[in-house]
């Protein structure tokens, strides 16, 4: 049977519908998985951590390739077909739960960095708070492999003064070297979506793009610069709080070189980060 075939024999036996609200759609072509574990290049010696496992047939295939696979699966219907599918997978451990509200930490850290692998098929409504989490957990995951809205996918690869760069992309930028692997059609799917999709790269840094003294404060300046896309960088910030008073800022941008009247969407990460540590060097924090 074709994958479309399989997904439409388990909707009719178990009389259920794919939830829209949870992003269920279920990719049938067995291409885009070849693309998908080519792109994790997982091995016999990797942890491969797989959010939202659906059917299980990316499961399948990434059980074959690492030594260990744990798939998270929110739906009740469908994470029982699972544990019927993989009762004699040893190497497969399921998990029924949000992955937002999960605990990673005791699934990621028992493999090597370099051997621990996050591969998704995301719902597109809750895209950016799983990739953050992910990112939280930086230090535990080398390679992220996932399936994204298209226009999301854009907004992380984009470059800057372009419509789509964003706070988005610097912050992914700090942590990760991105590559949009390919563009997925919707026809790639079950039910098909209304949009294409992407799969999206991302390898874990060894440590971050830049160094910055106050990382919190400098997530802070970059969510300021792009809260207001068309204010002047230094209004962005002194109407976002971010804690420095006007003539010190003023004097940050003069030793910086950075012209205070540019848009945060031109500025490069690398000035982000020089604007952060003067900052945090001028203010210790206060903004005095």
């Known amino acids: 049977m074709t994958y479309y075939q399989l997904v439409r024999e388990f909707l009719n036996r178990t009389g259920t519908r794919p939830?829209?609200?949870?992003?269920?759609?279920?990719?049938?072509?067995?291409?885009?998985?070849?693309?998908?574990?080519?792109?994790s290049e997982i091995t016999d010696a990797d942890s491969a951590l797989e959010i939202g496992a659906g059917l299980g047939f990316l499961t399948s295939a990434l059980a074959l390739n690492a030594k260990r696979v744990i798939a998270i699966e929110v739906d009740n219907v469908l994470f029982r077909e699972l544990q019927c599918r993989f009762?004699?997978?040893?190497?497969?451990?399921?998990?029924?739960?949000?992955?937002?509200?999960?605990?990673?930490?005791?699934?990621l850290d028992q493999f090597s960095r370099s051997n621990t692998k996050v591969i998704a098929n995301l719902p597109y409504s809750i895209t950016t708070p799983i990739i953050w989490k992910l990112l939280?957990?930086?230090?535990?995951?080398?390679?992220?492999?996932?399936?994204?809205?298209?226009?999301?996918?854009?907004?992380?690869?984009?470059?800057?003064?372009?419509?789509?760069?964003?706070?988005?992309?610097?912050?992914?930028?700090?942590?990760?070297?991105?590559?949009?692997v390919d563009v997925?059609?919707?026809?790639?799917?079950?039910?098909?979506?209304?949009?294409?999709?992407?799969?999206?790269?991302?390898?874990?840094?060894?440590?971050?793009?830049?160094?910055?003294?106050?990382?919190?404060?400098?997530?802070?300046?970059?969510?300021?610069?792009?809260?207001a896309r068309r204010?002047?960088?230094r209004n962005a910030l002194l109407k976002n709080n971010v804690p420095i008073t006007a003539e010190a800022l003023d004097s940050v941008f003069d030793k910086l070189e950075i012209d205070p009247r540019r848009r945060g969407e031109t500025l490069e990460i690398s000035e982000f980060a020089a604007l952060a540590n003067g900052i945090a060097e001028l203010t210790d924090g206060t903004g005095r």
Do not use: W
């Open 87 to 107: 009762t004699d997978f040893p190497q497969v451990r399921l998990i029924h739960g949000d992955v937002l509200k999960v605990n990673l930490s005791p699934l």
């Open 231 to 233: 204010k002047m960088l």
């Open 19 to 39: 939830r829209k609200r949870l992003g269920q759609n279920f990719l049938i072509d067995p291409n885009v998985l070849e693309k998908i574990v080519a792109a």
């Open 136 to 180: 939280s957990h930086h230090r535990h995951i080398g390679i992220c492999v996932l399936m994204m809205q298209r226009e999301v996918a854009d907004r992380i690869a984009a470059l800057p003064d372009r419509k789509t760069y964003g706070a988005l992309t610097v912050g992914i930028s700090y942590y990760a070297e991105t590559e949009i």
């Open 184 to 227: 997925i059609p919707p026809d790639c799917f079950y039910p098909a979506p209304q949009v294409e999709s992407a799969i999206v790269k991302l390898k874990i840094r060894d440590a971050p793009k830049v160094r910055v003294a106050d990382e919190a404060l400098f997530f802070r300046i970059i969510r300021a610069s792009f809260q």
